[in-house]
C-alpha cells in the first residue's frame, strides 16, 4: 500500500512523540517548581505589605516594606533567570525532538545541534553573490534515496544589512546539470536568457531558456508549485552542476522554544517536509 507522506509522518511522530514523553515531562515539571516558587515569594510579598499598612509601629512598617521591596527584587531577578532556565530547557527538548525526528526520516540521517553550515554551499548556490557574513548552528543531514541532503536556518549579512534569513537546504545530483536560476529578482541587467514563471512570481534565468526547459519541465514546476500550495512557503532555488540550493524565507530558528505538542508537530513537520520535497525534487530532476 502506497503511504501518502501525510500519513509517513503521523507514523515517524509516533514513534518520536514516545521517546518525547520524558523530556516532555522535565520540561513540565520545572516550569511548575518555577510558578510555585514565584507564587510563595509573591505570596510573602503581600504579606509584609498588608503588615506594614496596619501596623502603627514606624519602626514596624519600615521592617516589613524594606522586606517587600528585597522579595519583589530577589522575586524578578529569580522569575528573569527561572524563564531563561525554561528556555534552554524547552531549546534541549526541541533538540532532542529534531534528534529523533533524523533518525527515522532514514537511516543515517542526523541533527547535530552545534553544527555550523559551512559557507561554502551558500557561496556555491549564488544566492548572494556578496556578503560579509553567514551564521548558522544546527544542521540537519543525511542521504536518502541516493542523494545527499543537508539543512539549516540561516543569517545572511552584508556590510550594513541583513541579506537573508530562513532555512537553506541543499542536495546532491548523479549528473551535471548547466547553472538555472530561479529568484524573484526580475533583473533587466541580467546576461543570462529569463523566463517568467507564470503564477509564482518567479524569473528563471539560464544560458538556454530552451535547454533549461528540458530540466525544469512542467511536471517539475507543477511539483514545486503543489508544494508551494501546501505550505505557503516563499522560496528560491538554483540548480548548478550536481547541486541543487534551495532557500525558504522563514524567521524561526532551527532550534526554538516549544510550548506545547501542536507545536512539536507543526514544527517537526516543517523540516520533514522539506526534506521529503526536496528528495521528490532531486528524483524528478534525474528523469
Excluded at 498588608?50 to 514596624?60: A, L, Q, R, V, W
Excluded at 524578578?76 to 527561572?82: A, E, L, P, Q, S
Excluded at 547553472?179 to 544560458?207: C, H, R, T, W
Aim: hydrophobic share 35%; with cysteine.
Amino acid at each position: 500500500m502506497v503511504i501518502s507522506m501525510n500519513e509517513k509522518f503521523e507514523k515517524i511522530y509516533e514513534w518520536t512523540n514516545e521517546k518525547l514523553e520524558k523530556e516532555r515531562k522535565n520540561v513540565s515539571e520545572y516550569k511548575k517548581d518555577i510558578r510555585q516558587s514565584e507564587g510563595l515569594i509573591i505570596g510573602i510579598i503581600v504579606v509584609c505589605l498588608i503588615i506594614s499598612f496596619i501596623t502603627g509601629e514606624p519602626n514596624s512598617k519600615y521592617i516589613f516594606l524594606t522586606v517587600a521591596a528585597m522579595m519583589f527584587i530577589f522575586c524578578t531577578f529569580y522569575t528573569f533567570k527561572g524563564e531563561r532556565k525554561i528556555i534552554e530547557k524547552q531549546n534541549k527538548y526541541s533538540e532532542f525532538a529534531l534528534s529523533e525526528l533524523a533518525v527515522h526520516i532514514e537511516d543515517g540521517f542526523i541533527y547535530e545541534k552545534d553544527e555550523e553550515l559551512s559557507g561554502s554551499y551558500y557561496r556555491k548556490s549564488g544566492f548572494n553573490r556578496m556578503y560579509r557574513r553567514l551564521e548558522s548552528k544546527g544542521v540537519i543531514s543525511g542521504s536518502k534515496e541516493n542523494h545527499n541532503i543537508s539543512l539549516s536556518n540561516i543569517i545572511v549579512k552584508g556590510s550594513n544589512k541583513e541579506l537573508f534569513r530562513g532555512i537553506f537546504i541543499y542536495g546532491t545530483l548523479a549528473k551535471s546539470i548547466d547553472e538555472i536560476d530561479v529568484m524573484k529578482v526580475n533583473s533587466k541587467n541580467n546576461k543570462k536568457e529569463k523566463f517568467e514563471i507564470p503564477g509564482q512570481g518567479l524569473y528563471m534565468y539560464a544560458e538556454s531558456i530552451e535547454e533549461a526547459r528540458k530540466v525544469l519541465t512542467d511536471e517539475v514546476l507543477e511539483y514545486i508549485v503543489k508544494f508551494q500550495e501546501e505550505t505557503k512557503y516563499k522560496y528560491e532555488y538554483m540548480i548548478h552542476k550536481n547541486m541543487v540550493f534551495f532557500r525558504f524565507f522563514d524567521n524561526e530558528v532551527l532550534t526554538k522554544p516549544i510550548t506545547n505538542d501542536n507545536e512539536t508537530k507543526a514544527y517537526l513537520y516543517k523540516y520533514y517536509r522539506i526534506i521529503e520535497f526536496m528528495t521528490g525534487l532531486l528524483t524528478l530532476l534525474e528523469k
